[in-house]
C-alpha cells in the first residue's frame, strides 16, 4: 500500500492503494514507517508523498467509522511528517480529498498539476476534517477561504489553489513524478505549517454563519466546522488539534454522520446492478438522438452534449425544434453567466447539436431516447417507427415516467435493445435517472444504460416495472394524503410543514402547485370530482397560472389563499364532508409513512434491488434531506418500523379501502429487524 523509492536525495513515497488511494489502517502503518526511516536515513534530504493510479487521495477510509479507528491515527502521522527536519512535498495529482488533503497541509509544500481538485468534502459526510484540516488550512489560506471551503465541502481548482496561498507551485502538465522530485531538490528547510499565526475578525464567524443559515441550518457538522476555525484563531496549534478531534468524535457518532455514510455508499450500490453476467460488455455510445424538443427533451440533451456526445433532437415541426434549441441555448447562457461553465464550452456544447424534422437521421444514433408526453399509444408509434429506421444495436429509450416499458417495447421485434431512461425535471440538473428494466432488456442494455448515466454525471437507480416506477409511485399515496386531508379539514400550510420541518424544501402542496395542478386534469370546468378538479376549473392551475393551493407574491413564495380555501371549503361542503381537527401525527402517518408503506411494497415486490436504492432515488430525484438519510433510512433508523405501522394503523380508516399495509413492513416491525433481513425471511424480491 506504501512504495517507495529513492531518487537521489529525495526519497518517494507512494500511496497506493486502489481505487481512490483511501488512508486505511494500512496505508497510515506503511506511511508512518516510510516517514520515520526517511527522517532517520542521512541519505534523505527531502521527502515528497505522491498518489499512484487516479487521485491523490480521496481521504480516510470512511468505511473504519463504524467503529474504533485502528492506530496508528492519521492525525498523528501528519503530526509526525509536519515536525520533520527535512522538507516535506505533498505532489498532488487527480484530487486530494478530506483527509488526503490534510495530509498534504501538513506536509511543507505542495505541488499540484492543473487539473488537480482539492476538497474538504467531510461535511457532506456528517463530519469535519478531523486531521487537522480545521486548524491548518486557515493558517495557510486564511479564515475566510477556509471557511468556505470547510463549510461548503466543495473542491477547488489547483489553479483558485495557487491563487490562495494553498498550492505553491503549479506542474507544468499532469506527468509529475519528476516535477515533484526536481521541486523538492530545490528545498532546503521545512516550513511546518502549524508554526503559523492566523488572525481574523471575531465577526467573521457570525457573518458566515449568518449569511450561509439557510443551507447549514438544523445540521450539526457545519456548526461545527465554524467552531474548529474559530479555535485555529484563538488556539495555539495543539489545543486547536484537540479541539478540532473532539468535535469529530462527537459528530460521527451522531445520527447525522449515520445517516450521511448511509447516503454515500448506497448511492454507490444503486450504480450497481447485482444480477449482471460478469462478463457482461456496455455498448459503444458514440451519438444519441432525443425524440421531442421539449422541456424533457431539451434538458436530456444539454447532459449528453455538456458530456461531449453528439445529439441529433427530432421534433415533429420546426417551430417546436426552433424553441426547444433557444431554451437551451438560453439554459446554458445562464450556466456560463453563473461560472459554471466557460463560454467556449458552452460553444463547444452547441456545435455537438444537431437538429432535424426528419426521424430518418437517427439512423446512426447508438442510442435513441423518446421524450414526448406521457401517451401509450403515441409512444408505441414512435418504437415501431424506431425499430424500423434505428441500426441494429441501438438502444431504444423512453422517458416515461409512470408508463410500461414491456409494453413499449412489445411493439418493437427488438424488445431486448429497449429499456426506461426516467429523467427528472429539470433533466439537466436533476442528479437522478431511474433505470427502467424491462422484462427482455438484455443484460449490455442494462450495463450501458448504467454506466453511460455516470458518464454524464447522474445517479442511476434500476427500477423494474411498475406504474410510476419507484419514485412517482411513492409520490402518488403521498399527494393523495396530502389533498384529502385539505378536504377533511387540515390547513395547506399544516399539511406542508410537516415536510419542510423534516428538512424538504417544500411540501407535497406545494410540490403539487410547482408542478402544475393542471397536469392530468380533463379540463371540463362543469365536472367537478375532486378539490383539484375545483381549483383548476378556477383557472388555479399553481405557480403556472400566479395561483393554485397557494397565492404566490413577485418572488414566488407561497402565501394562504383565502380564495383557494373557501373553493376547498365549497367542495367539502357538496361533499358532505364534515371538518375535524387534524394533527400532525395524521399528516405524518398519511403524507411520509403511505411513502415507507409503498417503499416496502416496491421492495417486496422486486421492483427495487435494496431498500437504500429507494433512499437514493428520493435524496436525488426529489430533495428528500440528506441528513435523514432517505425515507427508508429514516423510517427504520429514525422513527421505527413499529411506530410506523402503528400510526399507519391508527389512520387507515381515514385512507379508505384502497390503503393496505405491505406484509413486509408488518414483518419487519413485528421482528423488529431491518427490511432487508425481512425480505430474506419472506423470500420476495426475486
Ligand atoms: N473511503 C472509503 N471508500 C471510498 C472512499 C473513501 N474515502 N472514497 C471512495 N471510496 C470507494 C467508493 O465507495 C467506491 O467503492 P465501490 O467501488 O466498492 O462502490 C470506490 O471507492 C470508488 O468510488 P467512486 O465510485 O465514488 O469513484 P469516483 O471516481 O466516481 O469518485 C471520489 C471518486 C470523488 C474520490 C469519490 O469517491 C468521493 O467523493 N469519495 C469521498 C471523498 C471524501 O468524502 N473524503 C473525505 C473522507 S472523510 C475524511 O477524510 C475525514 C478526515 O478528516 C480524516
Known amino acids: 500500500m506504501i512504495e517507495t523509492s529513492l531518487q537521489g536525495s529525495v526519497l518517494e513515497i507512494l500511496i497506493a492503494n486502489p481505487p481512490v488511494n483511501a488512508l486505511g489502517a494500512g496505508v497510515r502503518k506503511g506511511l508512518e514507517r516510510a516517514l520515520r526511516e526517511a527522517i532517520l536515513d542521512s541519505a534523505v534530504k527531502a521527502i515528497v508523498v505522491r498518489g499512484t493510479g487516479k487521485f491523490f487521495s480521496a481521504g480516510a477510509d470512511i468505511s473504519e467509522f463504524d467503529n474504533t479507528i485502528p492506530d496508528p491515527q492519521l492525525p498523528d502521522i501528519i503530526n509526525l511528517m509536519e515536525t520533520s527536519p527535512k522538507p516535506v512535498v505533498a505532489a498532488i495529482h487527480g484530487l486530494a480529498f478530506g483527509g488526503g488533503l490534510e495530509l498534504a497541509l501538513g506536509a511543507h509544500y505542495r505541488i499540484a498539476t492543473p487539473i488537480a481538485k482539492l476538497g474538504l468534502p467531510e461535511v457532506a459526510l456528517g463530519i469535519l476534517p478531523g486531521a487537522g484540516g480545521t486548524q491548518r488550512l486557515p493558517r495557510i489560506v486564511g479564515v475566510e477561504a477556509a471557511l468556505e471551503m470547510i463549510v461548503s465541502g466543495a473542491p477547488i481548482s489547483a489553479a483558485k489553489g495557487a491563487e490562495i496561498g494553498l498550492i505553491d507551485k503549479l506542474a507544468e502538465n499532469e506527468d509529475l513524478a519528476q516535477q515533484a522530485t526536481a521541486y523538492a531538490r530545490t528545498l532546503t ?74 447516503v454515500f455508499f448506497s448511492e454507490r450500490m444503486a450504480a450497481k446492478i447485482d444480477d449482471l453476467p460478469k462478463e457482461t460488455t456496455p455498448r459503444k455510445i458514440a451519438k444519441v438522438g432525443i425524440i421531442g424538443a421539449g422541456t424533457m427533451g431539451g434538458g436530456i440533451s444539454m447532459n449528453f452534449l455538456s458530456a461531449g456526445i453528439p445529439v441529433t433532437i427530432v421534433d415533429m415541426a420546426q417551430e417546436a425544434l426552433d424553441r426547444g434549441i433557444a431554451v437551451i441555448c438560453r439554459n446554458y447562457e445562464a450556466t456560463a453567466a453563473k461560472g459554471r461553465l466557460t463560454t467556449e464550452q458552452v460553444g463547444t456544447a452547441m456545435t455537438l447539436l444537431t437538429s432535424s424534422l426528419d426521424f430518418g437521421e437517427l439512423a446512426d444514433c447508438d442510442l435513441i431516447i423518446e421524450a414526448v408526453y406521457e401517451d401509450m399509444d403515441i409512444k408505441k408509434r414512435i418504437f ?303
Not at 465577526?203 to 450561509?212: C, G, S
Not at 385539505?486 to 428538512?503: K, M
Not at 430525484?621 to 402503528?646: D, F, I, K, N, S
Request: proline share 5%; glycine share 8%.
Open 189 to 262: 528547510a521545512p516550513r511546518p505549517t502549524g508554526a503559523r499565526e492566523v488572525t481574523a475578525d471575531p465577526a467573521v464567524f457570525e457573518q458566515f454563519a449568518t449569511k450561509n443559515a439557510r443551507k447549514i441550518d438544523g445540521l450539526d457538522a457545519p456548526k461545527a466546522c465554524i467552531e474548529a476555525v474559530r479555535a485555529a484563531v484563538i488556539l495555539p496549534l495543539a489545543q486547536g488539534l484537540e479541539r478540532e478531534l473532539a468535535f469529530f468524535h462527537e459528530l460521527v457518532v451522531g445520527q447525522q454522520s449515520e445517516a450521511l455514510r448511509h
Open 384 to 686: 415501431a417507427r424506431l425499430d424500423e429506421i434505428a441500426k441494429p444495436g441501438a438502444i431504444l429509450a423512453s422517458n416515461t415516467s409512470y408508463l410500461s416499458i414491456d409494453d413499449i417495447a412489445d411493439v418493437t421485434s427488438r424488445p431486448g435493445d429497449v429499456v426506461g431512461l426516467h429523467f427528472f425535471s429539470p433533466a439537466n440538473i436533476m442528479k437522478l435517472v431511474e433505470v427502467v428494466r424491462g422484462a427482455k432488456t438484455a443484460a449490455d442494455v442494462l450495463a450501458t444504460a448504467m454506466d453511460l448515466a455516470r458518464r454524464i454525471g447522474k445517479q442511476p437507480v434500476v427500477s423494474g416495472v411498475c406504474y410510476g416506477f419507484i419514485g412517482n409511485r411513492m409520490l402518488l399515496p403521498r399527494i393523495d394524503g396530502a389533498i384529502d386531508m385539505l378536504v377533511e379539514g387540515a390547513t395547506p400550510q399544516q399539511v406542508d410543514r410537516i415536510s419542510v420541518d423534516l428538512g424538504m424544501p417544500m411540501g407535497p402542496l406545494q410540490m403539487m402547485d410547482l408542478a402544475g395542478l393542471d397536469l392530468g386534469w380533463h379540463r371540463d370546468v362543469s365536472r367537478i370530482e375532486s378539490v383539484r378538479d375545483a381549483l383548476c376549473a378556477a383557472g388555479r392551475w399553481g405557480q403556472k397560472t400566479g395561483c393554485g393551493i397557494y397565492d404566490y407574491d413577485d418572488k414566488r413564495r407561497p402565501l394562504p389563499s383565502p380564495a383557494a380555501q373557501s373553493i376547498i371549503d365549497a367542495f367539502r361542503e357538496k361533499s358532505g364532508i364534515v371538518p375535524r381537527a387534524i394533527s400532525d401525527e395524521e399528516i405524518t402517518a398519511r403524507t411520509l409513512y403511505v411513502m415507507v408503506n409503498e417503499g416496502a411494497k416496491i421492495l417486496e415486490e422486486g421492483i427495487t434491488q435494496r431498500a437504500s436504492d429507494i433512499d437514493v432515488v428520493w435524496l436525488n430525484g426529489y430533495a428528500w434531506p440528506r441528513h435523514t438519510g432517505g425515507p427508508m433510512y429514516w423510517a427504520e433508523h429514525l422513527v421505527g418500523l413499529e411506530a410506523v405501522v402503528q400510526n399507519l394503523n391508527a389512520y387507515s380508516r381515514s385512507m379508505g379501502e384502497s390503503f393496505s399495509l405491505s406484509p413486509l413492513l408488518v414483518r419487519a416491525a413485528t421482528n423488529r429487524t431491518s427490511f432487508e433481513d425481512a425480505r430474506g425471511k419472506l423470500g420476495a424480491g426475486s
